[in-house]
């Protein structure tokens, strides 16, 4: 089957290229290496492998959408700094490339999209696919409009509402909660926190990635669905994240400070039972995780460096 991804030299992207390719997918990436990202070269030996460097906004002239079984669209401006400070191209990336693929496939074609649990706000209710969205950022509002694009259209599609990301990618990203904090008690051992008793789910990148090849193979049970995509052990507060960090760490002095806020308001329990209850489960803990940023990061040596981040 051939697999078209969009972005698939990012975070995500490049995880999940390799894993499809292994599974014996003919993959396609489309991607504009905007970060500098090198992250695909250890797959261009595989025949089965496509690189094609290009910008998602031009999408139709750059790829025969029709031509591909599988299409996944992992290209995206990622998280409320980077959209705010262009909102427009926000929107075109991570809306209007969805429409764009919605208007020039069909049915017959699996269409998978990637959503942000981000959308959800806030709420004092355990989280299922059924609260109702109460985005707080650009970057929310554009991928809650994506995702009604799919479900709304009449060729549909599956949508995964992803937990936050953690864990080591080929391209590396800081910028991400539990990898900034592991990053933070390695090289300072200080955490500052701020509103600390604010509480998400968490999800290794490894498991997203065997979370779509799970669709894949079980599209026919997800088509027209939304499903959360979270480890339900890992509904965390901020504190409860570095104290567990601190296990691992016991040099790490954790902080709480309420002079100021921060930026991303997000507090919520998630249920992630609608996947499960289809035989998913994922292989990887938070505390997994924990130790594999730990043992990376001593390959990373430059905090902040604009190759491990998106902002």
Same mark, same amino acid.
């Given at each position: 089957?051939?697999?078209?991804?969009?972005?698939?030299?990012?975070?995500?992207?490049?995880?999940?290229?390799?894993? #499809?390719?292994?599974? &014996?997918?003919?993959?396609?990436?489309? *991607?504009? =290496?905007?970060? &500098?990202?090198?992250?695909?070269?250890?797959?261009?030996?595989?025949?089965? /492998?496509?690189?094609? &460097?290009? *910008?998602?906004?031009?999408?139709?002239?750059?790829?025969? #959408?029709?031509?591909? *079984?599988?299409?996944?669209?992992?290209?995206?401006?990622?998280?409320?700094?980077?959209?705010?400070?262009?909102?427009?191209?926000?929107? !075109?990336? %991570?809306?209007?490339?969805?429409?764009?693929?919605?208007?020039?496939?069909?049915?017959? !074609? @699996?269409?998978?999209?990637?959503?942000?649990?981000?959308?959800?706000g806030s709420s004092e209710s355990i989280i299922t696919e059924d609260?109702?969205?109460?985005?707080?950022?650009?970057?929310?509002?554009t991928k809650c409009l994506a995702e009604e694009t799919v479900l709304?259209?009449?060729?549909?599609?599956?949508? #995964?509402?992803?937990?936050?990301?953690?864990?080591?990618?080929? +391209?590396? +990203?800081?910028?991400?909660?539990?990898?900034?904090?592991?990053?933070?008690?390695?090289?300072?051992? =200080?955490?500052?926190?701020? @509103?600390?008793?604010?509480?998400?789910?968490?999800?290794?990148? +490894?498991?997203?990635? %065997?979370? /779509? =090849?799970?669709?894949?193979?079980n599209y026919d049970k997800c088509v027209g669905e939304p499903f959360?995509?979270? #480890?339900?052990?890992?509904?965390?507060?901020?504190?409860? =994240?570095?104290?567990?960090?601190?296990?691992?760490?016991?040099?790490?002095?954790?902080?709480?400070?309420?002079?100021?806020?921060?930026?991303?308001? +997000?507090?919520?329990?998630?249920?992630?039972?609608?996947?499960?209850?289809?035989?998913?489960?994922? &292989?990887?803990?938070?505390? *997994?995780?924990?130790?594999?940023?730990?043992?990376?990061?001593?390959?990373?040596?430059?905090?902040?460096?604009?190759?491990?981040? %998106?902002?």
């Open positions: 089957m051939k697999v078209l991804i969009t972005g698939g030299a990012g975070y995500l992207g490049s995880v999940l290229v390799g894993l #499809l390719l292994d599974k &014996k997918y003919k993959v396609t990436v489309v *991607d504009n =290496l905007i970060y &500098k990202q090198q992250s695909l070269t250890s797959y261009c030996y595989n025949k089965d /492998f496509t690189f094609i &460097k290009g *910008d998602v906004r031009f999408l139709t002239s750059l790829v025969n #959408l029709k031509d591909f *079984d599988i299409i996944i669209p992992l290209a995206a401006i990622v998280g409320m700094p980077a959209c705010d400070s262009n909102p427009e191209l926000a929107s !075109q990336i %991570n809306l209007e490339q969805i429409v764009t693929i919605v208007n020039n496939t069909s049915k017959n !074609q @699996q269409l998978i999209i990637p959503n942000t649990n981000s959308q959800y609260s109702p969205f109460k985005p707080l950022s650009h970057y929310a509002k709304d259209s009449n060729r549909s599609g599956v949508v #995964l509402r992803l937990a936050t990301v953690f864990g080591l990618s080929p +391209r590396m +990203r800081l910028d991400l909660l539990v990898n900034d904090f592991v990053y933070r008690a390695v090289t300072d051992k =200080l955490l500052v926190l701020f @509103q600390s008793s604010f509480k998400r789910n968490y999800i290794h990148v +490894r498991d997203i990635a %065997n979370t /779509f =090849l799970f669709v894949i193979e959360n995509v979270g #480890l339900s052990m890992a509904n965390l507060s901020k504190l409860e =994240l570095a104290q567990r960090i601190k296990q691992y760490i016991p040099k790490l002095v954790i902080i709480e400070e309420e002079f100021t806020e921060d930026f991303d308001k +997000r507090n919520y329990i998630v249920s992630n039972e609608k996947l499960e209850s289809l035989g998913w489960s994922p &292989k990887f803990t938070l505390d *997994d995780g924990i130790k594999e940023l730990i043992k990376g990061y001593q390959l990373i040596t430059t905090f902040r460096d604009r190759e491990f981040t %998106n902002l």
